[in-house]
Each structure stands twice: as C-alpha cells, then as structure tokens.
C-alpha cells in the first residue's frame, strides 16, 4: 500500500516529463523509508510538510505558476532542513 505523500511525489514526478527526476524518484524513496525511521521526539515538527504537500495541491489545482513554485520551494526547503537535522549534518 502506497501512502498519499508518496502518491503525491510520483504524481509530481510523472507529470514532470523529466526522465531524471522520474529516475530520480527511487533515490527519493529510499529516503522516505529512511525518514520513517527516524527518533520521534520532532515528529511533530517533521509533519509539517503534510500542510506544505496541501499547500502545494491548492497551487497546482490553481495552475498559477508562482503559487506553485512557491510552495514546492518551501517544502523542498523544509525537506532539506529536516533531513540535515535528522542526520546530525549542520542545514
């Protein structure tokens, strides 16, 4: 059973058209399984990114670019901080 955030990603990641970032995906996975694991004491700071994936399916529903760009920007952002604090590495 897939989960909705990962359906979402494949979703966006099959719409690109973009035979790297649809290659890409499985790296991306692994990080997702990865993540899963990871301690629960910021856990709740982690589930943000469920407001950020909503925030970014209103901006798609939209189809205004900036709206977007915008809010895949922040989630990729909060990706990337989240992923370099739960590996110990400095964001």
Not at 4 to 30: C, M, P, Q, W
Not at 64 to 91: N, Q, V, Y
């Amino acid at each position: 059973m897939t989960s909705k955030g990962e359906r979402l990603h494949r979703l966006t990641y099959d719409a690109s058209k973009n035979r790297f970032v649809v290659e890409f995906y499985h790296i991306i996975s692994i990080i997702f399984h990865y993540h899963c694991q990871w301690n629960k004491v910021d856990e709740k700071a982690r589930n943000a990114a469920i407001g950020q994936r909503l925030a970014y399916i209103d901006a798609l529903l939209s189809h205004d670019p900036d709206a977007i760009g915008r809010s895949c920007g922040e989630h990729l952002r909060a990706a990337r901080e989240t992923t370099m604090l739960s590996t110990g590495t400095k964001a």
